[in-house]
């Protein structure tokens, strides 16, 4: 079986890939002394960027260990009198579900520093996490060990940009922030609302995307248009409008992506579409098209 790569020894040697090894009191190949740890000595990370565990998925997980044994080791740290998961926090979840007395684990004598890496990198590779929890454990390496963003994009192997579009998704209001987690909205809506700098407007902006089911697209139509769409003017020199003629300029800078004024009079009118550049008339055409 092929190592993986990208990590060099690093998540590698911790997490051997060999799932044919009798485990109990092996040495695999980098060295490590694969033991079976008491359940009961063992203890979930502090450092763990996991908040929520999919109980179907553990009891599935669960089913299938009961059937092949537990193949990969957990990884540990000794804690005083017991043993606290490095990684594999999802297995020893499984196994306690199944009453399993011991399991097998190699016991690894690391820092802080290296834990908190290790539990965000296991949980990255296997795309466990929200994007929240994963903005959440960026934020905390930085502000626990003083990691730069640069330095945290080479360990977990994400792009800059992506480590600070994350980042900024934490500003967010919590309603929004758990929307997110839930996965009820995209973390590509929480950027789009991010263009908006007051909360009562972001606020508008979520409850109608909740309200509309809008896209990642049309959210950021919403917000390039938010005045449109939520600002009534206060005085009009021409007649007022219908609130009927409103709704559909609404409905339509939403779904175009830019400002939009109907002109009616006695069943009779224009629609103006504003554009900004070739490319953005381009665009609108396409989108009318479809």
Known sequence: MSKKTGLGRGLGALIPDDADLNIKQKINESGDLIDEIDIDLIIPNREQPRRQF????????????????LLQPIVLKRKDSFYEIIAGERR????????MKKVPAIVKEVDEFTIAQLALIENIQREDLNPIEEAMAFQKLIDLYGMTQENLSKIVGRSRS??????????????ILKSIADGLISHGHGRALLGLDNVKDRMKAYDKIITDGLSVRQTEALVKNFDQ???MPVKRKSPRKLQEIIHLEEQLAVHIGTKINIKEKNGKGKIEIDFYNIDDLNRIIDTIKK
């Open 54 to 69: 999919d109980k179907e998925k553990i009891e599935a997980l669960a089913e299938s260990i009961r059937i092949h044994g």
């Open 92 to 99: 020893w979840r499984a196994c306690k579900h199944i009453q």
């Open 162 to 175: 992506f480590i600070t579009n994350y980042l900024r998704m934490l500003k967010l209001e919590p309603e």
């Open 229 to 231: 769409v939520f600002k």
